[in-house]
T-cell receptor
């Protein structure tokens, strides 16, 4: 039972354009959502988060949008840079633990 | 502050053996969580320790166990290793507070042959 889903295993975007990574969840009790970025041979790095009382949170080139009625969140990266190439995981905060999606591999090409 | 450290970084074991992985959290962080990452499966939650007590447990068999020491350092043990246990094992620490951000170590890559 996958409570947090990232349906796109990979995404390829040209440098300078917008990258949009999507995440869906099933449990309406989740009240906090996070995005992590992971490079090979490293642990995930916290990127940005959003509380369920908000619908948008912005940090530099990264913006997370939350649509509670659709149980959907997305991460926008603009402009995309080659250094953004990594695997991105969304996570939802359940009761005292984080539940992660399966990840989306983003490749930003010149 | 130093980040989360995990030792060893790489490990090769044979089926049937057991293994112990170690994690030192960020100074001041009292919660430690363990995850297993395999291709296509994302990060699967193993368990979480806080103040030397297991507070949450994922859906893994009893061969997977852990503990936390008074200095918040944590160890994870896997007994009777199976080929399917080959994975990246990640440890994450967090402050116990209003936000649930977790900070990950680099992981231990376990290969079972």
């Amino acid at each position: 039972d996958q409570q947090v889903k990232q349906n796109s295993p990979s995404l390829s975007v040209q440098e300078g354009r917008i990258s949009i990574l999507n995440c869906d969840y099933t449990n309406s009790m989740f009240d906090y959502f996070l995005w992590y970025k992971k490079y090979p041979a490293e642990g995930p790095t916290f990127l940005i988060s959003i509380s369920s009382i908000k619908d948008k949170n912005e940090d530099g080139r990264f913006t997370v949008f939350l649509n509670k009625s659709a149980k959907h969140l997305s991460l926008h990266i603009v402009p995309s840079q080659p250094g953004d190439s990594a695997v991105y995981f969304c996570a939802a905060a359940g009761t005292d633990k984080l539940i992660f999606g399966t990840g989306t591999r983003l490749q930003v090409f010149p | 502050k130093a980040g989360v450290t995990q030792t060893p970084r790489y490990l090769i074991k044979t089926r049937g053996q057991q293994v112990t992985l170690s994690c030192s959290p960020i100074s001041g962080h009292r919660s430690v969580s363990w995850y297993q990452q395999t291709p296509g499966q994302g990060l699967q939650f193993l368990f979480e320790y806080f103040s030397e007590t297991q507070r949450n447990k994922g859906n893994f068999p009893g061969r997977f166990s852990g503990r936390q020491f008074s200095n918040s350092r944590s160890e994870m043990n896997v007994s009777t290793l199976e080929l399917g246990d080959s994975a990246l094992y990640l440890c994450a620490s967090s402050l116990v507070g209003d936000s649930p951000e977790q900070y990950f170590g680099p992981g231990t890559r376990l290969t079972v042959t």
